[in-house]
């Protein structure tokens, strides 16, 4: 689906070509999960948090009984150029609880991230260096309520929004032509906020839980401004560009009170967006957390993807937590080692580590 056209300008010596979108799209995509559920393999769907957020199903946090915050980073190092050797956008939630079992939630989280270059014929007279950056980041904001002790409904709006900036230098390869003087340009793709609903719900006992979600698509302008290097002359353009609705379900199982099993499935439409297709497809993971006593948590999991954007990625996962001060505040640590084949055939692989800080209200003191 072609998103923006530019009808090629010729005037006042202004040479310039089609927007041209990365060749990625929006580049490489990461699900929204906490440290917590990537050292459990991703599962978040079926299993209750009192302190990280899960955008999955955040039904989660029903079960949080005192406010407090939570923040997260994520390190990447491996064959994905937007993410080798970086630190991804910082997490940050917020948790409110009001009377009633209402549970108010915020969160914002990175998604997405293009760095690329590309070398390109664009005319018979000229040939272009391309090179795009940025990305998408996501939020929330909603409630959770708890109607019993072992039912929570959620309910919320999410939120995409993001740019990518385009940087073209233009080479004349026909020496019988004069240059323009506009052969070097930026062209900034900005994501206005695209919002959809978000409905969860979470059962949970004391040896089971099963959680499901829903999205809704998400629908928003997308703008693209041209700006030259040496004239004055902007080139503007608007369109619609919209996100895909995704499910979520996960169940949990506690054979004894120290250890946690859960199996999670994600799945998602096709995606058109900026010239750039990704198919349909699901993860499934499967985790366990082992209560190892004085505030220590012990995590694995595994998790595999069909179709989506790495399709056929395998995704082995380790992580720790540990809570302190009687469980006013804590942290959560997890690494991560994914492999798969691209449309080339060839083997790519990707190492992740991610860690979070979470504080109660109770922190500040009684």
């Given amino acids: 689906m072609t998103i923006f056209t530019c009808i090629v300008l010729v005037l006042s010596g202004i040479f310039s070509i089609d927007y041209l979108p990365p060749p990625d799209g929006i580049g490489s995509e990461i699900l929204p999960l906490n440290s917590r559920s990537l050292g459990m393999g991703g599962v978040c769907i079926g299993?209750?948090?009192?302190?990280?957020?899960?955008?999955?199903?955040?039904?989660?946090?029903?079960?949080?009984?005192?406010?407090?915050?939570?923040?997260?980073?994520?390190?990447?190092?491996?064959?994905?150029?937007?993410?080798?050797?970086r630190l991804g956008f910082p997490t940050a939630s917020a948790f409110v609880p009001l009377p009633g079992g209402i549970v108010l939630t915020g969160t914002i989280d990175g998604r997405s991230r293009v760095d690329t270059v590309l070398h390109k014929t664009v005319s018979d007279d000229y040939t272009g260096d391309f090179s795009w950056s940025g990305g998408l980041v996501e939020t929330y904001a909603g409630l959770s309520v708890r109607t019993c002790d072992w039912l929570a409904f959620s309910v919320g709006g999410r939120c995409s929004f993001g740019n990518i900036l385009s940087d073209i230098t233009l080479t004349q390869t026909d020496t019988t032509t004069t240059m323009s003087d506009s052969s070097v340009y930026r062209d900034d793709a900005s994501f206005r906020m695209a919002w959809g609903g978000v409905f969860g719900i979470l059962v949970n006992t004391d040896r089971f839980g099963l959680g499901f979600s829903i999205s809704t698509d998400r629908k928003g302008t997308l703008e693209i401004n041209r700006d030259f290097l040496s004239t004055s002359e902007v080139d503007n353009s608007s369109s619609i560009y919209s996100l895909p609705g995704e499910i979520s379900v996960g169940?949990?199982?506690?054979?004894?009170?120290?250890?946690?099993?859960?199996?999670?499935?994600?799945?998602?439409?096709?995606?058109?967006?900026?010239?750039?297709?990704?198919?349909?497809?699901?993860?499934?993971?499967?985790?366990?957390?082992?209560?190892a006593g004085n505030g220590i948590s012990a995590r694995s999991g595994f998790s595999y993807m069909d179709g989506l954007w790495r399709d056929g990625a395998s995704t082995f996962t380790a992580g720790a937590g540990y809570s302190f001060n009687k469980g006013r505040a804590g942290v959560d640590i997890a690494a991560g080692y994914q492999y798969w084949r691209d449309v080339q055939d060839n083997f790519r692989e990707e190492t992740v580590l991610s860690i979070s800080l979470w504080a109660t209200e109770k922190w500040l003191g009684e």
């Fill in 251 to 291: 169940l949990s199982f506690r054979p004894i009170q120290r250890l946690l099993i859960g199996i999670d499935i994600y799945s998602r439409k096709v995606m058109n967006i900026l010239d750039s297709r990704t198919d349909p497809g699901s993860i499934y993971s499967v985790g366990a957390e082992v209560n």
């Fill in 47 to 85: 299993v209750p948090n009192n302190t990280a957020f899960s955008m999955l199903n955040p039904a989660a946090s029903a079960w949080r009984l005192e406010g407090g915050i939570c923040f997260g980073g994520r390190y990447s190092e491996g064959d994905v150029k937007a993410w080798d050797n």
